[in-house]
């Protein structure tokens, strides 16, 4: 009873509900397993696909972690951080995404007998940083240097990412595509190393033909035609000119009236405006160009200058397009074609080629010298299967830029987790007070990629994993090189398999999935106010249960 008989205070909405203390922290547990358990499947060269029905009534065909993500609409508040793990996994280095949120699921679900015993949540994230540090330190122990312009090295980083995806049953003929990609858009300016993949490395999806016709072009495509019909589709060498500014006469900012007060001032205003233009394109023409590409729109009377000059317009292209097109050929974009120099058009590029693929008309400009951007062209039977194509593509290219940037590599097949698992074992047993039971736990958690990878694979899970516990035990210097392989289904020394993966990624995956699992952890209320929407004023008829006596 409350002194004095007051009434309770209600602070909160009616409508809101609570979750308080270790109530909160099992449901935010629960959650997180929920979402790691739905991709579980996917991971490993065994994996299964998942088909998924977006809103719109599309169909995804994927086992990427966040592209299957990425569609399911989640409500508890946790699983959403969950999700948005893999987006910055997918963001950050391409690959793992899976990985990522498997490991954050297991070291949610070790830490619920820790709750259960009345450890502090505050002990438990303070043993994961520590093993969140040794953790690091020991796959950066088992690391290997390679050098970037061995082609042999990438293909092979190339081939780990790619053999747990889809597209593993053609080859190397996607793994090659990719290395080609990312060699193509290195630059190394004075040891400033720039691999900007998202960039200048455009895929481009053509439905039909046959998957073994997709290339890496010597410069770049784009869906578009010329202007005019009469213009020339085909140049050998061709003087090529950017603009980003429209090739009519210019409107005025705001409302402008003009007021006439003879007929022939109508007359005059479009002998001006004519002029305008004439003006624009005597200033193009003077430069002597065969293509001229802006990205905004050309006028009819344009047009017909260019046709008598044989120079052929190519309007209302992309801002990232008309980047690539200057990285290729050389040639400057340019706002003011009044201010055009030599120095701004671009001849690196050799062939420019107008052709009719399917129904649509695609422009190719290839055989560049030495080109600093390109274009993927895929081809394929359906949409879907180029889809799923192109995020297995997303992620190779990422994969071989990491280790251009960081030319450091770590067995993969659970061998570099399983090092972690034993490493942490190990010191775990030297720590003293609180925080060595949720130390170990982590160890404990490090070996769920090992165990999942022998579950995908149809192994004989218990067997195998304590078989490759046993191995990484020993006092071995080829120990920490045994891992899983996934198409065997047994042990096999990574080394002789030729699984590596870059350590870039997986220090990224330690890394997002303990922070996030100690961010989680650390949650001790979720409120979810449900606000009732506002009545609309005016003279609306009230419902029946809201009239007053």
């Avoid at 450890?119 to 994230?125: A, E, G, M, Q, R």
Wanted: hydrophobic letters at 40%; a negative charge; glycine letters at 6%.
């Amino acid at each position: 009873m409350l002194p004095g008989n007051q009434a309770p205070v209600i602070v909160l909405n009616q409508n809101t509900q609570r979750e308080e203390g270790k109530k909160a922290q099992l449901a935010n547990i629960r959650a997180a397993k929920a979402v790691a358990d739905i991709i579980r499947t996917t991971l490993g060269p065994k994996s299964m696909l998942k088909m998924l029905l977006d809103p719109m009534g599309g169909i995804v065909l994927t086992n990427d972690g966040n592209a299957i993500l990425r569609e399911i609409d989640v409500k508890h508040p946790a699983a959403k951080t969950m999700i948005d793990l893999s987006r910055t996994q997918d963001e950050e280095v391409g690959d793992g995404t899976t990985s990522v949120i498997i490991l954050a699921g297991e070291l949610m679900g070790v830490s619920e007998p820790f709750l259960n015993q009345k450890i502090h949540p505050i002990n438990v994230v303070s043993a994961y940083f520590k093993a969140l540090e040794a953790a690091l330190k020991s796959a950066d122990s088992i690391s290997k240097l390679v050098s970037i312009e061995d082609k042999e090295t990438l293909s092979v980083i190339a081939q780990s990412c790619i053999g747990t995806k889809f597209s593993s049953r053609w080859g190397n003929l996607i793994v090659d595509l990719a290395t080609e990609a990312v060699k193509t858009v290195y630059i190394n300016n004075n040891g400033k190393v720039e691999v900007d993949v998202k960039r200048y490395a455009k895929i481009e999806k053509i439905p039909g033909g046959d998957i073994e016709e997709s290339r890496v072009l010597r410069g770049v495509m784009f869906n578009k035609d010329v202007t005019h019909p009469k213009m020339r589709r085909y140049i050998e060498n061709p003087r090529v000119i950017l603009l980003d500014c429209p090739l009519e006469y210019k409107k005025a900012e705001s409302m402008t009236n003009v007021e006439m007060t003879k007929e022939e001032d109508f007359n005059t205003l479009l002998r001006l405006e004519e002029e305008e233009v004439e003006k624009l394109c005597q200033a193009i023409m003077r430069l002597n160009p065969d293509v001229v590409i802006t990205e905004k729109g050309v006028s009819d009377l344009a047009q017909h200058y260019f046709l008598k000059q044989n120079i052929s317009v190519i309007r209302r292209i992309r801002k990232t397009d008309n980047n690539r097109i200057a990285r290729v050929s050389g040639a400057t974009i340019v706002n003011r074609p009044e201010e055009l120099q030599e120095s701004d058009v671009g001849t690196k590029c050799h062939k420019f080629e107008i052709k009719l693929i399917g129904d649509e008309y695609y422009t190719f400009m290839e055989d560049c010298e030495d080109p600093k951007a390109c274009s993927i062209l895929l081809r394929g039977a359906t949409k879907d299967v180029l889809n799923e194509i192109e995020r297995n593509m997303h992620d190779a290219m990422a994969v071989a830029r990491n280790v251009m940037i960081e030319p450091k590599l770590v067995p993969g097949g659970g061998a570099v987790e399983m090092h972690v698992a034993n490493e942490l074992t190990k010191i775990g047993r030297t720590i003293e007070g609180i925080e060595q039971l949720p130390f170990q736990a982590v160890a404990q958690a490090f070996e769920v990629i090992a165990r999942t990878l022998a579950q995908n694979c149809g192994c004989n899970v218990v067997r195998i994993v304590t078989e490759l516990r046993a191995k990484h035990a020993e006092d071995n210097p080829d120990a920490p090189f045994w891992g899983i392989d996934g198409n065997a289904g047994k042990l096999a020394d990574m080394r002789t398999v030729g699984v590596w993966e870059p350590l870039a990624v997986k220090k990224q995956t330690f890394k997002t999935a303990i922070e996030a699992a100690c961010m989680l952890l650390r949650i001790d209320e979720v409120v979810s106010g449900i606000s009732k929407p506002e009545k609309k004023s005016g003279p609306v008829a009230a419902a029946p249960d809201e009239i007053e006596a």
